[in-house]
Each structure stands twice: as C-alpha cells, then as structure tokens.
C-alpha cells in the first residue's frame, strides 16, 4: 500500500476472510510520518465482526482529533501524552478492554512482573493500589496538569483547533502551488500536514533552509518517504493557526530559496483567508 493513501476497511475484510485465524489486528490511527488517518472506527468494526481483536497506535491521533478507544472497539489503544497533549515525554497511555483482559489472564504465559506487563499494571491506577514501580512523579504531574489543561479548554475545542490549524496550512501550501502529501484531503491529519516536495527538490535541503533562514524546525520523511516529503507538525500548544502562516512562510521562503517555483504570497494570502474565514464563522 503506498504510503501517501490509506488503509481500506474492505480490503481488510476481504483479508480476514480469507485467514480467519487471524486473531489480532494492529493499526496505526494517524500514520505520522506520512501525514494520513486510519479510519479505525470503520477497520475496529469490521475486525469486531471477524471476531478478532484490535490493537490501536493512536500516539498521534488522541486528544488531537475526534477518536477513541470505545468508538474504534479496542481491545488495547496505546496514545502518548507527548503529542496532542504536549506532555513531557516518557509516560503511555493505554486503554484495554475487558475482552483484552479475558484474553490476558487467559494465558498462562501472559508476562508478569516485567515492564511488559499489563496485569502488573491492571489495578494501579486505583487511589488504594500500589503502583508496581516507582513511579515517575515529575511526568505524572506534568500529565495531570496537560488532562485539566485538555479538559478545562474542552475536546471538542481542542480538536477543532487542530482541525483549523491544519486547514490554514493545507490551504497555504496549495495555493503557494505545492502539493500535498496525501492523495485526498479527507484522508490528511489534523495533526501533522506532509507536504510533497517539488519536482527535482529534495526534502533534506529545504529543511536545513527553513531552520537556517527562520528558525523553524519540520521533520522529514522515514525511509522510503526519506526526502520526497516535509511533515509541519501542530500538535498540542503548536495547534494554532498562527503557527501554519509561519510554517507556510518558511516552507515557501525556502523552496524559493532552492530554485523552486512557490508563490509565496498567495500562500500566505490563502492561509490567511482560511484562518479569517473561521473567525467570522
Ligand atoms: C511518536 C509516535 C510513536 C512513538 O512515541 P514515542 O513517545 O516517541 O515513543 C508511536 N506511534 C506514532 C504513530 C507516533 O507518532
């Protein structure tokens, strides 16, 4: 499957179909190195079907986007708060259902007493129980505060402003005259936008570029995406629409400045209609 698309549910139903002893599904919610969504609620309900088990990635979906344990049918949903929560690293998040569970304790050589463990882990987010290790005090403070952060602002704000700060970017970079990484925008996240690079121009260049002119660091490609695509990140507190005019004005300042043909200016000039066209909603 080529990177710049997504996963179809109907092509893993057909797969499940034909290898009905698969027992286990992973899937990555927001591939983050090529900028694209997984419709995990629509590949949860067909694994759920198969009677299989789902395991989600959503390290850089959860708390940026609308997506969830429950809505996807789960059994184990790994996020981080390092992302979309813009947490301290080090900490995971994992959500496991109580057919996941069954499905544990049902082995005998589930691990234990090991940092691989989930039964260590079952009852230790209960104020009575122990945790199994030492706990990292100082990330769980920082988690603490990102949750009432998360929940004083509101989901549903938080997700919309990711939501707009990728459409002021997407638009920015269309009308600049560069392409988008993802074959279709319905299938491009609100957390990170890939950009395909021009014709003759490598990724690797133009990040040097953007950081040396204006300071502003973008990521690259992984492995055979390796200098075909920048990826502009808004993630957590880099969710702001202002940020996507600066990500478009260093992107397109950079490619200008390695021979590429960007309109620089009616970038700007679309992100920022993008971005009033939200206020004056
Ligand atoms: C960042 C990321 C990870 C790894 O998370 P770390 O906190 O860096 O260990 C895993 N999956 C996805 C989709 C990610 O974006």
Redesign the pocket.
């Known amino acids: 499957m080529p990177y710049d698309t997504a996963i179809d549910p109907e092509q893993v139903r057909a797969f499940l179909e034909e290898h009905p002893e698969v027992k286990v599904v992973c899937v990555?919610?927001?591939?983050?190195?090529s900028g694209t969504l997984n419709d995990i609620d629509a590949i949860g309900a067909v694994v759920a079907e198969a009677g299989a088990l789902l395991l989600v990635?959503?390290?850089?979906?959860w708390a940026g986007m609308p997506t969830s344990p429950t809505s996807s049918q789960a059994a184990v949903y790994?996020t981080?708060p390092?992302?979309c929560l813009g947490c301290p690293?080090?900490l995971?998040l994992v959500a496991v259902s109580e057919a996941a569970w069954a499905k544990i304790e049902a082995n005998p050589d589930a691990p234990f007493a090991s940092m691989l463990s989930f039964t260590d882990w079952k009852n230790a987010w209960k104020r009575t129980e122990p945790f199994p290790f030492t706990p990292s005090v100082a990330e769980l403070n920082g988690l603490n505060a990102a949750l009432d952060r998360y929940l004083e602002e509101g989901p549903e704000a938080v997700w919309k402003r990711h939501a707009l700060t990728a459409r002021v970017c997407r638009e920015g970079i269309k009308a600049m005259g560069v392409e988008l990484w993802p074959v279709s925008e319905d299938i491009a996240s609100p957390t990170a936008t890939a950009v395909k690079m021009p014709d003759g121009i490598d990724a690797g260049p133009v990040l040097v570029e953007t950081r040396a002119r204006y300071g502003i660091s973008m990521s690259a490609g992984r492995a055979e995406t390796r200098g075909k695509l920048i990826r502009i990140g808004h993630m957590g507190p880099t969710a702001q629409p202002a940020y996507a005019l600066l990500a478009v004005s260093a992107m397109g300042g950079a490619l200008k400045a390695l021979g590429a043909k960007v309109d620089v200016a009616a970038g700007l000039a679309a992100a920022q209609a993008a971005w009033d066209a939200a206020i004056d909603e």
């Open positions: 990555c919610n927001h591939d983050t190195p990635d959503a390290v850089s979906s790994v981080g390092n992302k690293p080090s995971s």
